[in-house]
């Protein structure tokens, strides 16, 4: 068993992975990191590289990269891997706004062959 997330340069992506990171010390399972498939593939390269040398020997931690679409990248990776859980962030909204989600996190609550944990900054 894993646990997957997406890892994003924004509060709401940090925030995630930094509940996935606690969630699989807590559980002892590894975590793969999906990275944002928007950004130079040399870029996501480097910060997946500095996050494993981070948690070396702590976690086992397993970069993929994304396409782009980070709704299916999360799907995807979690079904390959067997995921017990995703990790994705939201960011606050107006009244208004909470009346829906936004599109990508409806679909992977949707969609997600396990359970999905939501965390807001």
Do not use: W, Y
């Not at 709401?12 to 606690?22: F, K």
């Not at 975590?31 to 702590?58: W, Y």
């Amino acid at each position: 068993m894993t646990i997957v997330v997406g890892h994003f340069a924004t509060p709401e992506g940090q925030e995630a992975l930094s509940t996935a990171v606690a969630e699989a010390r807590e559980r002892e399972v590894p975590l793969v990191v999906v990275t944002n498939g928007k950004r130079p593939a040399e870029e996501c390269q480097a910060e997946g590289e500095e996050l494993v040398s981070q948690l070396a020997g702590e976690i086992d931690v397993r970069i993929e990269p994304g396409t782009g679409d980070l709704a299916e990248d999360l799907i995807r990776a979690a079904t390959n891997a067997g995921a017990e859980l995703i990790v994705i962030g939201l960011r606050k909204r107006s009244p208004v706004g909470k009346l829906i989600l936004g599109a990508g996190a409806q679909r992977i609550l949707v969609e997600a062959p396990c359970p999905v944990l939501a965390v807001k900054v």
